[in-house]
């Protein structure tokens, strides 16, 4: 038994997890998709990607994402016939050990709901219950795309140059700081595989978002208004442009995630065409009380 720890993605790894997740998926009838993307960690040379092989066979992966020091998201999976035999507290005592050298503050353990060994192992660790958010899919059926006649806002595709206005948005909307969300929309524009939106109100950037272009799907993460334009209708405005966008591109399964208890979050999406699929729970620990 060996475990391979990786801060870059290299194509034999990829293809790995990915055959390790679709036996997972089949096996505990999972709905989400698979994310090993670490183009926006905080820091591109933390190590994020945990592989463990038995006979030169990749039996258990794990992987963090890490945008920010105060917290990773872990995820894990491991081959039915290979669980119970202590792999998955291999690798994560080995993640944990990464986290504490760049001083990463909490570990946010990612179950879907559905999977019972998952959350057996999880509250195994003294991980608490800290939120669940809702997967959910667009539905093309709902024709929510023609019930807006004429848009107030305009679509646009941001470059480089608009970062710092970018910025300046989602630290109104999320409340942090406008160099740390610099540094993570900076991150986006220098990954391959996501994308930065904009609705424009006159020539102001009054919203934003991004899109993860997956596997088998787009996810549309980090949507929001300015707060001086919000509750005009300018959010739904925004989704249905992304939406639309990516339909005209060939895009057509499209997913979003929201925390269960943000209900205008979720009452938006779902008047936007989308429906749940899945829940995933999170449950935090803090890094500095892990004994592994």
Do not use: W
Not at 29 to 45: C, I, P, T
Not at 66 to 79: K, M, N
Not at 81 to 106: I, M, N, P, Q, T
Request: aromatic share 14%; charged share 30%; proline share 2%.
């Amino acid at each position: 038994m060996y475990i391979k720890s990786l801060n870059r993605l290299d194509p034999i790894s990829e293809k790995e997890m990915k055959e390790v997740y679709s036996r997972c998926k089949e096996y505990d009838n999972l709905k989400g998709n698979l994310y090993l993307d670490g183009s926006v960690n905080f820091d591109q040379e933390i190590k994020y990607l945990y592989l463990l092989y038995e006979e030169n066979k990749l039996v258990s992966f794990l992987f963090m994402f890490i945008p920010t020091r105060e917290e990773a998201e872990i995820s894990a999976y491991t081959l039915p016939e290979y669980r119970r035999k202590g792999y998955f507290k291999r690798l994560l005592s080995e993640a944990v050990e990464e986290l504490k050298r760049y001083d990463v503050k909490d570990v946010l353990f990612v179950c879907e709901n559905q999977s019972l060994s998952g959350k057996e192992c999880i509250n195994s660790l003294g991980a608490d219950y800290d939120f669940t958010e809702y997967y959910m899919k667009f539905d093309k059926t709902t024709n929510v795309l023609d019930k807006i006649n004429e848009f107030k806002t305009k679509f646009y595709l941001p470059d480089r140059s608009d970062i710092k206005r970018l910025a300046y948005v989602s630290a109104k909307v999320f409340e942090e700081s406008p160099e740390e969300e610099e540094e993570f929309i900076t991150n986006c524009f220098n990954s391959t595989n996501r994308k930065n939106y904009a609705t424009v109100l006159g020539d102001q950037i009054i919203g934003i978002g991004s899109g993860y272009f997956g596997y088998e799907e787009v996810a549309i993460y980090g949507l929001g208004i300015l707060p001086e334009f919000q509750g005009k209708g300018y959010g739904r405005e925004l989704i249905i442009h992304i939406v639309n966008h990516l339909l005209e591109n060939g895009h057509e399964n499209i997913t979003i995630e929201v925390e269960s208890n943000n209900k205008p979050a979720f009452n938006l999406y779902k008047s936007s065409g989308f429906i749940i699929e899945t829940a995933f729970d999170y449950y935090r620990k803090a890094v500095n009380t892990f004994n592994l």
